[in-house]
């Protein structure tokens, strides 16, 4: 069956750098594109980010555009975020999903960041 | 202030039908495909709707999407206590590049 697992999460402090790992199994990972989507404490969702099955095109969000890089390592069936210059605003459960027609269809549990001093 | 636009909250009681609105734009509802989802409490959110009114495997078929120009709905029938839980709507966004999300409904079976 499908499965996303969500690693990487923590506490840390402003300003600092986290990175975030979702491995995949049970599909075709080389076959998919990947989405990064957060949610903050009980608030709604926000798009992070997607990646193209290949790699080769990245599209992000506005709040976190140029702090953040999505990338994959289809060898490893690895989907990975790279959270530089966190704000206290990134505090959030980060949840990896798999792509249908470039939205979200299946979603792992999540992994925890807390950005505080 | 979420791209697509869904009531905070919505109820109703045991076997009534429910539906949950979902506006948004030219750019993204009006042109493009509408996924919804499930989030029970302290879980994952969970595919309920793909491509406006498609159901994926295992999702019962009380739940219904469907979608009129840059507005889509879910509609849900015979309510039950386990539907209790927040629904969102997502689209892709051209203008954005990138996917947009409604701010969420909390749904309450009475």
């Known amino acids: 069956q499908v499965q996303l697992v969500e690693s990487g999460g923590g506490v840390v402090q402003p300003g600092r750098s986290l990175r975030l790992s979702c491995v995949a199994s049970g599909f075709t990972f080389s076959g998919y594109a990947m989405h990064w989507v957060r949610q903050a404490p009980g608030k709604g969702l926000e798009w992070v980010a997607v990646?193209?099955?290949?790699?080769?095109?990245?599209y992000y969000s506005d709040s976190v555009k140029g702090r953040f890089t999505i990338s994959r390592d289809s060898s490893r069936n690895t989907l990975s975020l790279q959270l530089n210059r966190l704000r206290p605003e990134d505090t959030a459960v980060y949840y990896c999903?798999?792509?249908?027609?470039?939205?979200?269809?299946?979603w792992g549990q999540g992994t925890l960041v807390t950005v505080s001093s | 202030q979420s791209v697509l636009t869904q009531p905070p909250s919505a109820s109703g009681t045991p076997g009534q039908r429910v539906t949950i609105s979902c506006s948004g734009g030219s750019s993204n509802v009006g042109l493009n495909p509408v996924n919804w989802f499930q989030q029970l409490p302290g879980t994952a959110p969970k595919l309920l709707i793909y491509?406006?009114?498609q159901r994926p495997s295992g999702v019962p078929d009380r739940f219904s999407g469907s979608k009129s120009g840059t507005s889509a709905s879910l509609a849900i029938s015979g309510l039950q206590s386990e539907d209790e839980a927040d629904y969102y709507c997502?689209?892709?966004?051209?203008?954005?590049?990138?996917?947009?999300f409604g701010g969420g409904t909390k749904l309450t079976v009475l």
């Open positions: 491509d406006n009114n």
């Open positions: 999903a798999r792509d249908g027609r470039w939205l979200p269809d299946f």
């Open positions: 990646i193209s099955r290949d790699g080769s095109n990245k």
């Open positions: 997502a689209a892709w966004d051209d203008g954005l590049t990138g996917v947009v």
